[in-house]
Structure formats: C-alpha cells, structure tokens
C-alpha cells in the first residue's frame, strides 16, 4: 500500500515534477522547454497572435511598460503554442507562488515576461554547473587537508589566493556567474590542492 502524501508534499512532488520538466531539454530544439514557453510569451508581446498565411506582416510593439493595442493573454500564448507544452503555462506562471493565476485570460504584462527570463537564467545556471553523484560526494568528503594548516607549502597559498581572486572576480560581475574558463581554473587548482 502506498503511503499517503499530505498536500504541501503533492503540492512539492508537482512543483519538483515542473521544474524538472522546464530543465528539459526538447529533442527537437535542442534547448529547454522554459526557453519555448518565454520565447511564446515574448512574441504574443511583441507581434501578436499572427497567422502565417496572412499577407501582411504585423506591427512590432517593443514597449515593455504598457501593453500592446492587442492586449495578449496567456490564453492567446496557449492557443498558439505547440503540442507539447500545452497545458503548462498556468502551472509555470503559478510556479512557487510568483503569481496567483487561476485563468489563461489574465493579460500578459512585464512582470510575466521577466519572471519566465529570470526561471530561463536559474536554469541555465544550474545546467553549467550540474554535478553528478560522485562528484558531490568526493566534495562532501574532502577532509582537512594540510591546506588548511599552518605548514601548508607556499605553492598550496598561491594557489588558494587565486582561486579566492576568482570568486571575488565572479562577485564583481553583474550576472554573478562563473564563466567556463574560470570553471576550469578553479576545478585545476582545487584538484592540486587536494
């Protein structure tokens, strides 16, 4: 018998289930489903719901402040959106408790558009640095090495300052995130370190 959830538990299981979903990466486009779902709300903002037979090309409304004359709304994004992600957005806008969205016919605005961009970077972020299983649990292992002693060698103290240069040099950005060549770097002098 299987044991029962309480709802914050489901409502977690749903949320994780969500979040792994948008990480997805669709074989078709080779990127992630969040990125189809921003993209989507981007051009409802930007064109409109557009019908490709149409002979002429819509207006481009690039005004993020005030909505476009057509006022689009997530259904207008549901109805135009492909197969696979139908029946998605409402779940993803209600994503940990950003908005309280209980219908598609909420006009889309700003706000909407930014949280998608900024769930597209959390991902993106999480993607470059993913680690595996064995990775983590040598990190989670790692003991006191002579490092972290007073008879640490010189080459170990040049090594732990750069790699602290590193991190402040990742602090001072605006985005915060560590590029792939600092990534190797890093990996580099932690692996001599250890």
């Given amino acids: 018998m299987e044991p029962i959830l309480s709802r914050s538990e489901r409502v977690a299981m749903e949320e994780f289930e969500l979040r792994e979903w948008m990480k997805h990466i669709s074989p078709d486009t080779y990127e992630m489903n969040i990125y189809k779902i921003h993209r989507e709300m981007i051009n409802m903002w ?45 779940k993803i806008m209600n994503y940990e408790a950003n908005f309280v969205i209980s219908s598609l016919d909420v006009e889309i605005n700003g706000d909407h558009m930014k949280f998608l961009r900024d769930l597209c970077e959390e ?22 090495r002579d490092v972290f002693q007073e008879s640490s060698s010189e080459v170990s103290r040049q090594n732990c300052k750069r790699a602290l240069e590193i991190i402040e040099g990742i602090m001072e950005k605006d985005n915060q995130q560590m590029d792939q060549g600092e990534y190797i770097e890093m990996c580099n002098l932690l692996k001599e370190l250890y």
């Fill in 123 to 144: 991902f993106e972020c999480e993607e470059a640095f993913d680690m595996n299983d064995e990775e983590v649990n040598r990190i989670l292992n790692l003991e006191p």
């Fill in 46 to 90: 930007v064109t409109g719901p557009v019908n490709r037979w149409q002979s002429t090309w819509p207006d481009f409304w690039h005004n993020m402040e005030c909505q476009p004359p057509w006022k689009p709304t997530l259904q207008d994004i549901e109805d135009n959106i492909d197969e696979p992600y139908k029946n998605k957005l409402l």
